[in-house]
């Protein structure tokens, strides 16, 4: 017995470091095998940025988000807007500059999608492609390729009380500048403020009013064209007269103190029947409805002339386009909701009843009780092939800012027309680029 003590022993300490060795080893594994699995985890969670300036659509956004993360437990929405008369084209190129950049954003198309075409991921594979409508694609499409989701077709004009024209006994709706004035005093000789103006809003006026009169050019293309090789001038150009009288009739008989007046508190005074008309559009739907969902209302062009043909139209565009930054690296995240956004039952739904919007896509339906009547009268327009395009997104960027600037100068009295012209102009000058 004594001689098989050692070699048992011998055997034990074999066994325990064979033991310890396992599992050491088995460690070893094991980390390996975490390491392995922590980088290509499946069930890893992205966060998806979504820079965005609609004000109107946050809180149905919001709710969106609850219900994508749900059906998408990888995939959470950090939702960021920056909008409401602030200069979101400011602060998204602070967002890039401090290495925040988003990983979704928005983008007005044409000359604003070149301005952005480095950071922009090529969509063109997207299943919803081939479902939007030709003039919702138009601003976002470049040799041959689409580079944004548009988020719906959105139009303005007046926005009128149809009630309160009744009132006044206006029967004839006006579509050209002299009945629109004659309207204006009607309404006044009936003791009711013809306009709203929230001309404290540079966008009104520097992004949208002032695109009438670029649209209304023989060849708004050829028009730009002139203005950024010198060949066309603002100055003395019959549609920017014309502008400008449209804009004086409206201080004329208007609201008091229009240069101190939100957005805000322009649709609240037409809400709730303090002034006939306003300058705006179908996004105003859901604060009208809010304060007064029972309002009759339908939309009047913004008439330059007495030419009716010409005049009788509406401004049709694509206020933004969702696109995606081509250098995210969760860009693949930010198509699936793209993608879930116009595709589901949900997004869909909220597009059309939460939203009121005039979908981009031909897979989108929208009666006119989900739009509502402002989108209802706008779609009337376009199926009558009454519109013209929405231009800003042409301009060189920051020019809409600085003609807000130079038209709320008109309408304080401090310049006269030609030299609102020449302002314009100089702006344009200043920040256009060959």
């Known amino acids: 017995m004594?001689?098989?003590?050692?070699?048992?022993?011998?055997?034990?300490?074999?066994?325990?470091?064979?033991?310890?060795?396992?599992?050491?080893?088995?460690?070893?594994?094991?980390?390996?095998?975490?390491?392995?699995?922590?980088?290509?985890?499946?069930?890893?969670?992205?966060?998806?940025?979504?820079?965005?300036?609609?004000?109107?659509?946050?809180?149905?956004?919001?709710?969106?988000?609850?219900?994508?993360?749900?059906?998408?437990?990888?995939i959470k929405l950090d939702i960021q807007t920056v909008g409401g008369g602030a200069d979101y084209g400011a602060s998204l190129k602070t967002k890039f500059a401090s290495g925040d950049a988003p990983d979704i954003f928005s983008n007005g198309g044409y000359n604003e999608m070149d301005l952005w075409m480095d950071k922009l991921e090529?969509?063109?594979?997207?299943?919803?492609?081939?479902?939007?409508?030709?003039?919702?694609?138009?601003?976002?499409?470049?040799?041959?390729?689409?580079?944004?989701?548009?988020?719906?077709?959105e139009g303005y004009g007046y926005i009128?009380?149809?009630?309160?024209?009744?009132?006044?006994?206006?029967?004839?709706?006006?579509?050209?500048?002299?009945?629109?004035?004659?309207?204006?005093?009607?309404?006044?000789?009936?003791?009711?403020?013809?306009?709203?103006?929230?001309?404290?809003?540079?966008?009104?006026?520097?992004?949208?009013?002032?695109?009438?009169?670029?649209?209304?050019?023989?060849?708004?293309?050829?028009?730009?064209?002139?203005?950024?090789?010198?060949?066309?001038?603002?100055?003395?150009?019959?549609?920017?007269?014309?502008?400008?009288?449209?804009?004086?009739?409206?201080?004329?008989?208007?609201?008091?103190n229009p240069l101190t007046t939100d957005y805000n508190t322009q649709v609240t005074l037409f809400a709730n029947g303090e002034a006939a008309m306003m300058q705006e559009g179908n996004w105003a739907q859901t604060m009208i409805d809010g304060i007064n969902p029972d309002l009759?209302?339908?939309v009047l062009p913004m008439p330059l002339s007495d030419d009716a043909a010409e005049s009788d139209k509406l401004t049709i565009g694509i206020p933004a386009n969702l696109v995606v930054n081509k250098d995210s690296d969760a860009k693949e995240e930010a198509k699936t909701f793209l993608n879930w956004l116009v595709t589901s039952d949900m997004g869909k739904d909220y597009i059309v009843n939460k939203f009121k919007f005039i979908p981009a896509l031909s897979t989108i339906k929208a009666t006119p009780e989900q739009m509502g009547d402002i989108g209802t009268e706008l779609y009337k327009y376009i199926d009558a092939g009454k519109i013209i395009g929405l231009q800003s997104s042409k301009f060189p960027d920051g020019v809409a800012q600085?003609?807000?600037s130079?038209?709320?100068?008109?309408?304080?009295?401090?310049?006269?027309?030609?030299?609102?012209?020449?302002?314009?102009?100089?702006?344009?000058?200043?920040?256009?680029?060959?």
């Open 122 to 153: 090529d969509l063109s594979d997207q299943a919803w492609v081939k479902d939007l409508i030709p003039l919702a694609a138009e601003p976002m499409t470049k040799d041959g390729k689409v580079y944004g989701m548009p988020m719906n077709l």
């Open 2 to 74: 004594k001689s098989k003590k050692p070699a048992l022993l011998a055997v034990s300490v074999l066994m325990v470091m064979s033991l310890v060795l396992a599992a050491c080893g088995g460690n070893n594994n094991a980390a390996s095998e975490s390491n392995g699995n922590s980088s290509t985890n499946t069930d890893k969670v992205k966060t998806v940025t979504i820079f965005q300036f609609k004000t109107e659509i946050v809180e149905g956004l919001n709710e969106l988000k609850v219900e994508f993360e749900k059906e998408h437990p990888n």
């Open 296 to 298: 009759n209302i339908g």
């Open 160 to 256: 009128y009380n149809k009630d309160l024209f009744a009132k006044a006994g206006i029967t004839e709706m006006p579509k050209t500048y002299t009945e629109l004035e004659a309207a204006a005093k009607t309404l006044k000789a009936a003791g009711i403020t013809p306009f709203a103006n929230a001309y404290q809003e540079w966008w009104l006026m520097g992004n949208q009013g002032i695109s009438v009169a670029f649209a209304e050019q023989p060849d708004v293309n050829a028009f730009i064209k002139g203005l950024n090789d010198g060949s066309a001038s603002m100055v003395g150009n019959e549609k920017f007269d014309n502008f400008a009288k449209l804009m004086k009739l409206t201080v004329d008989y208007g609201n008091k």
């Open 406 to 434: 130079v038209i709320q100068e008109y309408v304080a009295g401090k310049i006269d027309v030609k030299t609102w012209e020449t302002n314009m102009q100089a702006a344009w000058d200043k920040l256009k680029t060959q």
């Open 402 to 404: 600085e003609f807000g």
